[in-house]
């Protein structure tokens, strides 16, 4: 929003008593940067990391009994980045790099506790992802946070892979990321911004997204053939995770249930529940359309993107998926269809009838 | 219709603003919590019934017809026995024949209209598809996509409706993605040709939204741009790593068309496209040094490094210009 719009929208508060005196001036961080722009810093870390990575590996040939060189290494790097990722005032250059070289510390230093435990991947996925908490916790730039959240993210999801249990590692992986991006754009919507400050709730939110992209368009590519068989035991989870669209739809609709009115809450609720169980085996397009949901209801445009993109990855996932019958997917997607186009309709006589 | 109704996806997004304004001073301490709340309930009873219903209200018939388009395409593939060839192939021409009329009843001017004859235009390509595995033909050669493409063509100009559009584009781009991987051997030039025909799509698109108000939004331009640049990163990435006959024109073309999208995004001030076609330069400059340092001059590790240094560069000059563009084009 520019400043004239800013300070309109402060008159209008001032004149029905709610503020009092001239709108409060905002810090210059990066909090105000373009969403394109920190796209752009961020896309340009993922390239710049693996090639650090590539040179440190080549240059010091490193291995498994250097441990101790290589955890030197990873905090030097960690240490000497942080203090300029907490200057706002820091040049593009110097961010960036401090940027990619902070994240090469936070995954060399991972890598070292992990050697230093016998070349355990469990506590080295664990190390990095308390380490990644740390420093997003601690560093001040937007795409900072964004990435170590990723680390975080994709850590919590190698642990769930290695433990595999009760269920498959890959669904389990998947239930986790979907709670977790609910949870997050959810407190990105009620949280007060002063106890859950958006500079930091909206990195984690987005990080966790694109982890859940990522597992939605390549967790079916990882179960092997067999794996049908184990579908007795993810069918909890999977349950589990198509209920974030009715959780969704409850968290959405009870704090404007006197404006919606309680007929049209309760139908609203009854098919988030109905598309929910409908779809329950494929639990990708009940959680697109929750995001899809969330993005509605905070008007972000880019994230209803995310999420038509997220529901057509399901889509098609579904239709390669072997354990329903072609036959019985066309139904499933037909009765979807009428519900959807009888919210439709329903919205739109509502919308009339008011307007008449 | 209510004066307010006039742009729902604006009104929204104008919400959105203000609602993101409001937490900003709160959570620099420009407001208190009560202040915030009331600041956040004023917002929400000032406008005309809530933004988001509207929105709701338009996703939902969309998503509908996608459904709706998806279980037909299942059914079909689904080759159900208990049904014979004829019966499946009037079936659905009465499907399709109910969604045509549907269209046509509604009128093009409303948005049921539109998405019944997306819904059609879905249906047909399904029909196709029916005949081809009836008479084997085959249901995915690039005769069947150029066939849907050509005979949506006289709807597509009828609708004269992004959504319409964005299928048309989708699936003229199959069929030459089909016909292409039939013909030429030099992936690198498919992607350029790829992406010529999506640049050229972006520019009968954009020339068409100045007569129709309907095709005048930025997004369906945007979305072909994106995916010639998507092409063109392909394209150049392929000929630099794997390098053919072609490829002494094709990486080159790549980065001078990359250059030109990005030229044309500032022009319009499209700061989402300037940050993409930048990614895209990027990416494929970064290809090219790296083939530099890593294959020609084989400088190992060194040649990680400068690398590294390459990209971070490049990425901090982008995001730099970018950030002027950004600030200039706000006070400007």
Redesign the interface.
């Known amino acids: 929003m520019d400043e004239g719009r800013a300070s309109g929208l402060w008159q209008r508060l001032r004149a029905a008593g709610v503020v009092h005196g001239d709108p409060p001036l905002l810090p210059e961080d990066d909090g105000g940067t373009p969403w394109p722009v920190r796209w752009l810093a961020g896309a340009g870390a993922w390239i710049a990391v693996p090639a650090l990575l590539a040179f440190m590996a080549l240059a010091f040939r490193w291995k498994p009994d250097d441990w101790a060189a290589l955890l030197v290494s990873g905090l030097l790097l960690t240490g000497a980045s942080l203090p300029v990722l907490r200057l706002a005032a820091a040049g593009e250059f110097v961010r960036q790099s401090a940027t990619v070289a902070n994240l090469c510390g936070l995954l060399v230093t991972g890598t070292a506790i992990g050697w230093a435990a016998d070349d355990n991947s469990r506590v080295m996925a664990l190390a990095t992802a308390l380490l990644g908490a740390t420093l997003f916790v601690l560093s001040r730039s937007w795409v900072h946070r964004f990435l170590c959240a990723n680390a975080v993210a994709a850590c919590l999801v190698w642990l769930m892979l290695e433990v595999g249990r009760p269920a498959p590692g890959t669904s389990m992986a998947l239930l986790l990321m979907v709670w977790l991006t609910v949870a997050a754009w959810l407190l990105r919507l009620y949280g007060d911004p002063a106890t859950w400050p958006r500079r930091m709730i909206e990195p984690a939110a987005w990080a966790f997204t694109v982890v859940l992209l990522v597992l939605a368009w390549f967790l079916p590519l990882l179960d092997l053939p067999g794996r049908t068989q184990e579908f007795a035991s993810v069918r909890g989870v999977h349950l589990a995770a198509a209920s974030a669209l009715p959780v969704v739809a409850v968290a959405l609709i009870l704090p404007h249930c006197r404006a919606i009115g309680a007929t049209a809450s309760a139908g609203l609720l009854l098919t988030a529940l109905l598309l929910a169980w409908l779809w329950r085996w494929v639990p990708g397009a009940p959680v697109a359309l929750a995001l899809l949901l969330l993005a509605v209801a905070m008007g972000a445009t880019v994230l209803m993107l995310v999420a038509i993109a997220f529901f057509a990855v399901a889509l098609a996932h579904y239709y390669w998926q072997l354990t329903d019958s072609l036959l019985a997917k066309s139904l499933s997607l037909a009765i979807g269809g009428t519900i959807i186009l009888a919210v439709h309709l329903v919205l739109r006589a509502r919308r009339r009838r008011e307007g008449t | 219709?209510?004066p307010m109704?006039a742009n729902p996806w604006k009104r929204?997004?104008m919400?959105?603003?203000?609602?993101?304004?409001?937490?900003?001073?709160?959570?620099?301490?420009?407001?208190d919590?009560d202040?915030?709340q009331?600041?956040r309930a004023?917002l929400?009873e000032d406008h005309a019934?809530?933004?988001?219903?509207?929105?709701?209200?338009r996703?939902?018939?969309w998503?509908?017809?996608?459904?709706?388009g998806?279980?037909?395409?299942?059914?079909i593939?689904?080759?159900?026995d208990a049904l014979d060839r004829f019966t499946r192939l009037a079936g659905l021409q009465a499907v399709l024949a109910a969604a045509a009329v549907a269209a046509s009843r509604l009128g093009l001017e409303r948005g049921a209209g539109q998405a019944a004859l997306l819904l059609a235009g879905l249906l047909l390509g399904g029909l196709l598809a029916l005949v081809g595995q009836t008479w084997q033909t085959g249901a995915d050669t690039w005769q069947l996509f150029a066939a849907w493409a050509g005979l949506l063509l006289p709807w597509l100009l009828l609708a004269a409706h992004p959504g319409m559009s964005l299928l048309w584009a989708t699936v003229a781009n199959l069929a030459l993605w089909l016909f292409l991987d039939e013909r030429l051997s030099a992936m690198d030039l498919l992607w350029l040709l790829l992406a010529l025909f999506n640049l050229a799509l972006a520019g009968v698109w954009e020339t068409a939204g100045r007569r129709l108000p309907a095709l005048s939004g930025r997004t369906g331009p945007r979305m072909l741009l994106v995916s010639a640049l998507f092409a063109l990163t392909c394209g150049g990435m392929l000929g630099v790593m794997d390098p053919g006959p072609t490829s002494g024109t094709v990486v080159p073309a790549c980065l001078l068309l990359s250059v030109a999208v990005a030229a044309w995004a500032r022009h319009r001030r499209d700061?989402?496209l300037?940050?993409?076609a930048?990614?895209a330069l990027?990416?494929t400059l970064?290809t090219l040094l790296g083939r530099l340092f890593l294959v020609a001059l084989d400088l190992?590790?060194?040649g990680?490094?400068l690398?590294?240094l390459a990209?971070?560069?490049?990425?901090?000059?982008?995001?730099?210009s970018?950030?002027h563009l950004?600030r200039t084009w706000?006070h400007g």
Request: charged share 15%.
């Open positions: 219709m209510r109704d929204w997004r919400q959105a603003v203000q609602l993101d304004r409001l937490a900003r001073w709160r959570e620099n301490g420009g407001l919590v202040a915030w009331r600041a004023l929400a019934g809530p933004p988001w219903r509207d929105v709701l209200e996703l939902s018939l998503l509908a017809v996608v459904l709706l998806a279980a037909a395409i299942c059914f593939a689904a080759n159900w700061l989402p300037l940050a993409v930048a990614l990027v990416a970064t190992g590790a060194f990680f490094l690398l590294t990209v971070l560069a490049q990425v901090a000059f982008a995001s730099r970018l950030l950004s706000k």
